[in-house]
């Protein structure tokens, strides 16, 4: 969204978590060219962006999966079980179980490292608005590893729990099992966006998942 005439429009803090300096800088420079995102801090490893994620608080931390100390799995789990910020991962997604492992903690995203950096800070937009980014490579392994093990990430939350949620919010949430954006969401419950959010944080906290990604990728 434009700022208005005579208005600052806050900038997406981000924290760059990867153990290959290159990467970082590269990540950096793509930042740059964002007039609405500012780089806070950079970590090369899982405990040091933990750490950096609980001193700084940025919007949005870019993690890589595989780093030393603590791989990116342990930290997003960490950083999201604690509320300190939204994951987007970074990943070449060569080992799955880093990929599957990175769901289940929460990461709100996952793009590969070799997206153009037009899709880079459009991802981190989103993420920091609340949607969810799948690279469509990374979505087609999660289906296909769903389909082989019978149900892959998970499986649907239990009656009991869904049993919990109003009307309204089974209504999001049959909507976010679906991979809808905010704006698809609203346009088709005839709400706003803003209700949409108050709608999925009480709906994801009932179910106890950690992201709207999971929710997409519970099936029934």
């Known amino acids: 969204m434009t700022p208005s005439p005579g208005t600052t429009q806050p900038r997406i803090s981000l924290l760059l978590a990867d153990d290959h300096a290159a990467i970082r800088l590269g990540m950096r420079m793509v930042i740059d060219t964002a007039s609405d995102m500012e780089v806070v801090g950079e970590a090369g490893d899982g405990a040091s962006a933990l750490g950096m994620a609980r001193t700084l608080r940025p919007d949005v931390v870019l993690m890589d999966l595989r780093m030393p100390v603590m791989d990116g799995v342990a930290a ?22 880093y990929l599957f492992g990175a769901l289940r903690a929460g990461a709100a995203g996952f793009l590969l490292k070799s997206a153009d950096p037009g ?7 989103r993420v920091h608005d609340g949607d969810q980014v799948i690279a469509p490579e990374v979505t087609a392994r999660i289906i296909d590893a769903a389909l082989s093990h019978g149900g892959g990430i998970g499986s649907r939350p239990e009656p009991s729990l869904l049993d919990l949620l109003t009307e309204r919010e089974r209504e999001v949430f049959d909507c976010l099992s679906e991979g809808l954006s905010n704006y698809s969401i609203g346009r088709r419950l005839g709400i706003s966006e803003a209700t949409v959010k108050t709608h999925m944080s009480r709906t994801l906290s009932k179910l106890g998942l950690q992201s709207r990604v999971q929710a997409a990728l519970y099936r029934g």
Do not use: Y
């Open 76 to 97: 997003t789990e960490l950083i999201c079980g604690q509320g300190l910020a939204k994951v987007l991962v970074l990943t070449t997604f060569d080992h799955d179980s």
């Open 119 to 125: 899709a880079i800070t459009e991802a981190i937009r």
